[in-house]
């Protein structure tokens, strides 16, 4: 074990300290050779060490360098060296996170971590919260206890009764929601088309003026961070109706929430506080291993009647206990990097990743106006649209990017516009890598554009 896992270390160094240096993307070659991967499962076993091997040689070069400095798509975070390395710590461990009594050290460190968050993004400190996979199943998780809290204030028990005759809960989004929101809904059986769209304005921000009737039985999902522009939703004025009409309001709040780190870009926050619960994501900006993410939730126990469940032979005790706050029994114990991560950074690293990122955006967003490309959204955070002309000119300046290597960067449609998105969320990403990538970037675009 000691050798092997030694040799784990020697190769996952290795290709870490490769990431800067490769392409972002895998040759189609190394894609191909995954095969030797496939292929009837062997009758007999095979020497450990080996198939790390045949896993790194094979694999490896198969992979997408999403760790690496250059990789702007989607939103995606690196892992940081301390949230890896307890990733591997727990590995060794295999901790069920479920129970207090399958994993003290698991618990503890939901409680500590939950504390940290709370405080550091200002939520309510009565709030309890489950650790999820993302923020899908974080909006998953919250908009469930919402259903419940809902419902019961109609006399309805949505647990033991379901839907099926229950009283109608309004759900109210804005015209930008995000897809994994909608995906929530539908699980819930809220449905994905039953909604009320509000309007937004240029950046996806929904028209607070738009709002339709609110009532203490509306679901209205706000959004901090368009996955697009990275715009806020007007939370002040659109919490100060729903409180009104004592509705639920829910966050989704995947990356943007982390924007209250910063001083600087904490009042883009302002309101959102007022909310009932909140989805945040951790594998994006605070750059923990995937899977991981966390349901937050005002009144906890709307969360816990959502989702706890109890058996003769499952031992509860009077703590939290982890599992009363997911939809999961068994599963990893994901505080733990979230713990190392944040132990690792403190308070002035945190604000730092924040920081840097939303300038590298803003730099990005410098350097690819002042070649004469169109920056199409205002970088309020670590998002940025760019047009490189009509959108088959944008679609192959983008393909060209993603096969060149350099860097990575996805394509969307913005409000009638075909755009390149650039998301700087990773905490490995140097003002450097910014400077090659809009380099690169720009030499693909005139090429192309010159033909
Ligand atoms: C605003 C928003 N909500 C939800 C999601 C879905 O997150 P996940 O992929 O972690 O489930 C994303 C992903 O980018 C997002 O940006």
Redesign the pocket.
């Not at 995000?178 to 929101?181: K, Q, R, Y």
């Given at each position: 074990m000691e050798k092997l896992l030694a040799e784990t270390a020697n190769r996952a160094t290795r290709y870490l300290s490769s990431l800067p240096e490769r392409s972002v993307v895998p040759s189609s070659a190394s894609v191909a050779a995954l095969e030797q991967l496939g292929g009837p499962l062997p009758d007999a076993p095979a020497d450990p060490a080996q198939i790390l091997a045949l896993l790194d040689d094979i694999g490896s070069p198969a992979t997408v360098a999403t760790a690496g400095p250059r990789y702007f798509g989607?939103?995606i975070g690196g892992t940081l060296p301390a949230a890896l390395a307890a990733n591997w710590l727990a590995g060794a461990w295999d901790q069920n996170g479920a129970m207090q009594v399958m994993s003290p050290v698991a618990a503890r460190l939901e409680e500590i971590v939950l504390q940290w968050t709370i405080d550091l993004l200002d939520l309510p400190a009565c709030s309890g919260a489950g650790f999820v996979?993302?923020?899908?199943?974080?909006?998953f998780t919250a908009l469930a206890a919402a259903r419940t809290a809902l419902l019961k204030r109609a006399g309805w028990n949505v647990e033991e009764d379901g839907l099926f005759g229950a009283p109608p809960i309004d759900v109210v989004v804005g015209a930008e929601v995000?897809?994994?929101?909608l995906k929530a809904l539908s699980l819930l059986g809220l449905g994905r088309s039953r909604v009320t769209r509000v309007p937004v304005d240029n950046q996806g921000r929904m028209l607070s003026d738009a709002l339709p009737p609110l009532n203490d039985r509306t679901l209205l999902c706000i959004?901090?961070?368009?996955?697009n522009t990275g715009a806020f939703d007007p939370a002040e004025q659109i919490c100060a109706r729903a409180r009104d009409a004592n509705a639920w309001i829910h966050v989704?709040?995947?990356?943007?929430l982390w924007a209250a780190l910063s001083p600087q870009y904490a009042p883009l926050l302002a309101g959102f506080n007022a909310a009932d619960s909140w989805?945040i994501?951790c594998?994006?900006w605070m750059n923990v291993p995937y899977?991981s993410?966390l349901a937050v939730v005002r009144e906890p126990q709307h969360l816990q009647a959502a989702m706890s469940i109890s058996a003769a032979y499952l031992a509860s005790s009077n703590m939290r206990e982890p599992w009363h706050y997911v939809a999961e029994s068994s599963r990893r114990a994901r505080a733990i990097e979230l713990w190392a991560a944040m132990r690792s950074l403190g308070r002035a690293g945190l604000r730092e990743l924040i920081e840097r990122n939303c300038r590298q955006a803003r730099l990005f967003a410098q350097l690819l106006a002042g070649a004469g490309f169109s920056i199409l959204n205002d970088v309020v955070l670590n998002q940025v649209l760019v047009s490189f002309g009509t959108p088959d000119q944008t679609r192959a300046i983008i393909a060209a990017i993603q096969s060149d290597g350099t860097c990575w960067c996805g394509g969307t449609q913005w409000q009638g516009h075909t755009a390149m998105r650039i998301s700087v969320s990773s905490w490995a990403t140097t003002d450097e890598d910014v400077q090659r990538s809009a380099d690169a970037i720009v030499k693909i675009a005139r090429q192309l554009l010159t033909r």
């Open positions: 989607f939103v996979t993302g923020t899908t199943m974080a909006n995000h897809v994994s929101l959004q901090a961070g368009n996955v989704d709040g995947a990356f943007g989805a994501d594998h994006k899977d993410g």
